[in-house]
């Protein structure tokens, strides 16, 4: 098992620009999540999904959308890429069911906006 | 709203000698849990321990053990016998206790651990 992978790894983007971030996880988990770490912060989460098809909101939000149309893959997008967007990127999954609660992490994907 | 506070933004600890990393959280939930992640300077987050609100016992994995003390709000992680390989950034976290499984993170402890 591959676990939770992120694509790509590195990415650089000048101001305006888009670009997706994939994760992807073939641990058949139902809930996925995209977090974003800044320095000397925790990471924080900017959206969620419970299945397939569906997507929630966290913490911040903004400037991002998200796609779970698949089960095993959850895209981060950026629309209009901003320098406060800067940041490492982290997916994460976990499945469903009780006595499960380890989230599983992808390496991460380090983003910088010019 | 959850909150996890860690109130050490570096510790130092000599090899072998055991170290504790402070967390408080504050929530109205009756039912969360509690985790820590390490963090390497290599950048990947690592699980460590899991302690549920209804835990009794202080869960153990190894080297590492989660103080729990419930009326002090306080999820404090133990490592015994420091590794030189335990240097990296510690972060505690909050498992929310609604169906979506979501985390709060604490802003983290950069732990070092000296020879």
């Known amino acids: 098992n591959a676990g939770v992978t992120q694509t790509p790894k590195f990415r650089v983007l000048k101001t305006g620009q888009s670009m997706t971030l994939l994760c992807a996880q073939d641990m058949n988990h139902e809930y996925m999540y995209w977090y974003r770490q800044d320095p000397g912060m925790g990471l924080r989460l900017i959206h969620y999904?419970?299945?397939?098809?569906?997507?929630a909101k966290g913490e911040v939000p903004d400037g991002y959308n998200v796609s779970r149309l698949k089960k095993q893959n959850f895209l981060l997008g950026l629309e209009s890429a901003a320098p406060s967007q800067t940041s490492v990127y982290f997916c994460a999954s976990i499945r469903s069911g009780t006595g499960t609660y380890e989230q599983y992490f992808g390496p991460g994907t380090r983003l910088t906006v010019t | 709203a959850q909150k996890i506070t860690q109130t050490q933004p570096g510790m130092f600890v000599q090899e072998k000698e055991a170290v504790t990393l402070d967390c408080t959280y504050d929530t109205s939930d009756q039912s969360y849990g509690l985790f820590w992640y390490k963090q390497p300077s290599s950048g990947e987050m690592i699980f460590l321990i899991y302690q549920g609100s209804y835990d009794e016992q202080n869960a153990t994995e190894g080297r590492y053990s989660l103080n729990f003390q419930k009326a002090r709000k306080s999820a404090n992680l133990v490592i015994s016998a420091s590794q030189l390989g335990d240097s990296a950034m510690y972060f505690c976290a909050m498992l929310h206790s609604g169906s979506a499984r979501q985390l709060t993170f604490g802003s983290g402890t950069q732990l070092t651990v000296l020879p």
């Open positions: 999904s419970v299945g397939e098809g569906t997507t």
